[in-house]
């Protein structure tokens, strides 16, 4: 199994670009969540889905959109880049069912994005 | 609402001396405590974690936790470390009725010679 993947691994952007950063996991996760990592910030939360068509917000969701039409995936869509989105970006995916609230996260390995 | 309160940004360390990295918690119900650990250039690794029982987790590579509800802590202990532990460490806690993680500001853990 591949775990959770993130494309693309870095990325530099212009101020008011848009794109999507990639996640996909292959363990048939129900819980996928993405958070930024900023220095001194720890990691907070963006947006998170308990199932496919189920999206919420979470700590820092402004200027920031997601989707889940699969179990599989779970894009996030900057929509006008901003300096202030400069940060490391991750995935995390959980697995649901009888455990699911005390199960830990399995992590991507990050993007690192850059706004200029 | 939860939060986790990493009391240190940074801790120095010689190598093979004993660490402690410490990590305080508030939630309103029961709570899920985890360690991640974060390399250079890397993803998060869960370390250990605490659901129920013990009260002392440990891990595969000598790291063990120890959870105290009534001081609302779950410190990270190792007797002894390696200049391979350097790295940033990230207490999170979970609710019982979450599904994401709340996490701390990180602590990073500097092993020297």
Same mark, same amino acid.
């Given at each position: 199994?591949?775990?959770?993947?993130?494309?693309?691994?870095?990325?530099?952007?212009?101020?008011?670009?848009?794109?999507?950063?990639?996640?996909?996991?292959?363990?048939?996760?129900?819980?996928?969540?993405?958070?930024?990592?900023?220095?001194?910030?720890?990691?907070?939360?963006?947006?998170?889905?308990?199932?496919?068509?189920?999206?919420?917000?979470?700590?820092?969701?402004?200027?920031?959109?997601?989707?889940?039409?699969?179990?599989?995936?779970? *894009?996030?869509?900057?929509?006008?880049?901003? *300096?202030?989105?400069?940060?490391?970006?991750?995935?995390?995916?959980?697995?649901?069912?009888?455990?699911?609230?005390?199960?830990?996260?399995?992590?991507?390995?990050?993007?690192?994005?850059?706004?200029? | /609402?939860?939060?986790?309160?990493?009391?240190?940004?940074?801790?120095? &360390?010689?190598?093979? /001396?004993?660490?402690?990295?410490?990590?305080?918690?508030?939630?309103?119900?029961? &709570?899920?405590?985890?360690?991640? &650990?974060?390399?250079?250039?890397?993803?998060?690794?869960?370390?250990?974690?605490?659901?129920?029982?013990?009260?002392?987790?440990?891990?595969?590579?000598?790291?063990?936790?120890?959870?105290?509800?009534?001081?609302?802590?779950?410190?990270?202990?190792?007797?002894?470390?390696?200049?391979?532990?350097? /790295?940033?460490?990230?207490? /999170?806690?979970?609710?019982?009725?979450?599904?994401?993680?709340?996490?701390?500001?990180?602590?990073?853990?500097?092993?020297?010679?």
């Amino acid at each position: 199994n591949a775990g959770v993947t993130q494309t693309p691994k870095f990325q530099v952007l212009k101020t008011g670009q848009s794109m999507t950063l990639q996640c996909a996991q292959d363990m048939n996760h129900e819980y996928m969540s993405w958070y930024r990592q900023d220095p001194g910030m720890g990691l907070r939360l963006i947006h998170y889905s308990v199932g496919a068509g189920i999206t919420d917000q979470g700590e820092v969701p402004n200027g920031y959109n997601v989707s889940r039409s699969t179990t599989e995936d779970f *894009p996030l869509r900057l929509l006008s880049a901003a *300096p202030s989105q400069t940060s490391v970006y991750f995935c995390a995916s959980t697995p649901a069912g009888s455990g699911r609230v005390n199960t830990e996260a399995f992590f991507g390995q990050g993007t690192r994005l850059t706004v200029v | /609402a939860q939060s986790v309160t990493q009391l240190d940004s940074q801790v120095p &360390v010689f190598e093979e /001396a004993p660490v402690e990295l410490r990590c305080n918690y508030s939630s309103s119900v029961s &709570v899920y405590l985890f360690w991640y &650990v974060q390399y250079p250039n890397q993803g998060l690794q869960l370390l250990l974690k605490y659901l129920s029982g013990s009260t002392l987790v440990e891990s595969i590579n000598g790291f063990e936790a120890e959870f105290n509800k009534s001081q609302t802590s779950f410190h990270l202990r190792k007797p002894s470390v390696h200049i391979s532990d350097t /790295a940033e460490y990230f207490c /999170a806690v979970k609710d019982s009725g979450y599904s994401t993680l709340t996490f701390g500001k990180g602590t990073m853990l500097l092993v020297s010679p």
